[in-house]
Structure formats: C-alpha cells, structure tokens
C-alpha cells in the first residue's frame, strides 16, 4: 500500500536520539505528544510534519473546531508558525478526510475531541499511517483530558514535555488557570493560563481571588486519585 509509514525510517526525537523503527510493511504507528500548556506541543508537531514534508510524504492535519483562537485554517504555534490543517467537528469526520495516499496525519489540540478519537487513530495507523497526535494531557485541575489517557496507552511513542514554572522556576507539568472561570474548556493563553509544577499548582485558586468556585464537574479528590502500586 503506497503511504506506509513504518517501511524502516528514521524516526528522529528530542533529545537528539534517533530512533530506528521497522514494524513490518503493512504498519503505522501512534505518535503522542503530550504536555501543559507553553511546553512546546504545536512547535513540536509542527517540527515532526515539517520533517516528513522534506522526505516528500503526504500529510494532512486535523484540528477539532472549537479551538478557534487564531484561525479556522491553521495550527499555529505561540511563536507564530503556522500550518494549514483542517478543523472536524467530531473525530468521525477525519475519517472521510483521509486519502489513501496519506501517509502522515497530524492531530493537534486532540484532547477536545471526544473519545472515539482512539479507534479513529489505532484505524489509520493499522492502515499503515504515521499519526502524530499533540494535546493537553491534563486539565486545568490536573485530571487526565478527554481522549489523552487512552491515546497514550496505545501509542507507540509518547513524548511528555515540560514548560517552565512560572513562580518557581522549575519544570512545569501543569496548567494553571488564573481565573475562576470552571468549566473544563476555557479557551485562552497568557491572559488565563499560566505553567506550573506540581508544588506551586493549586487548582483551587478561583477560591482564593475571593470568588466563589462552583465547580460544574466533580473535582478530583484522593480517592479518585489512583495511587501508585507498590510490591
Ligand atoms: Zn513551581
């Protein structure tokens, strides 16, 4: 089939390691790219489908509609670059996008999209299609976001990168909203959002602006939090 991805390519990752990745003629694989916000998720799947433009695949993005905050026809990175993609308003839809000649698809702010946003990737990558998923892995109260906890477990790659803790100065793997807003969307930046590391993340700081903090959905307490296994 014309657009196998895994016919013995380099697969080039950060930290200047390459990884060599052959999985037989007919196989794609599941790339995640996973992070809080400012940790360099869109500039770093920009990057991966840059590469694959230079090695003349045919790639197509994806991005779900209701991340309007620049424009309908690109992802764009906080330092302004910028990619054509395609925004699907369910994650049926990119489905019916896809050609047979693709051969890499890029997903971007996947973790709005709702479940069935698995099967849509494990799909096109037992067609033999590079799927590169990036998004949020948590919420703004720290708990897993939508489809994220399941892409990651049955991608072949996940990349969790960090931003810098805006108090501390320390890696930061959660995003911090500012504002009391609750709802699990609240599309914004620098004006709602903030990194943070895990000391200085406090998910009840709606609370402490003197506001009220009516949560719309359960908040996670100790029990929901799944403790680590031990023996
Ligand atoms: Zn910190």
Not at 22 to 31: A, F, L, P, T, V
Not at 109 to 119: G, I, N, P, R, T
Request: proline content about 5%; overall charge neutral; glycine content about 8%.
């Amino acid at each position: 089939m014309e657009g196998n991805a895994a016919d013995g390519r380099l697969l080039e990752i950060p930290q200047g390691e390459l990884m060599f990745i052959n999985q037989g003629r007919h196989s794609g694989w599941i790339e995640v790219v996973c992070g809080p916000m400012f940790s360099g998720k869109t500039e770093e799947l920009i990057r991966r489908l840059r590469l694959s433009l230079i090695a003349k695949q045919k790639v197509r993005i994806f991005k779900p509609m209701t991340d309007n905050r620049y424009s309908e026809e690109h992802i764009v990175s906080h330092d302004d670059q910028k990619f054509v993609c395609t925004p699907v308003a369910v994650s049926k839809d990119i489905m019916g996008k896809v050609k047979d000649h693709t051969q890499v698809i890029g997903i971007d702010e996947a973790q709005f999209f709702d479940e069935k946003l698995v099967d849509v990737c494990q799909t096109l990558a037992n067609r033999g299609m590079r799927v590169i998923v990036a998004g949020l892995d948590q919420d703004y109260l720290g708990v897993p976001f939508g489809p994220m906890p399941n892409l990651m477990a049955v991608a072949e790659s996940v990349l969790k990168l960090k931003a810098i803790c805006m108090v501390c100065g320390g890696l930061a793997s959660k995003s911090q909203r500012l504002t009391n807003e609750n709802a699990q969307v609240v599309i914004g930046a620098k004006d709602r959002y903030e990194a943070r590391c895990r000391a200085c993340f406090d998910p009840d700081l709606g609370n402490e602006n003197g506001l009220p903090f009516e949560p719309d959905r359960q908040k996670p307490t100790r029990q929901d939090i799944p403790r680590q296994i031990s023996g």
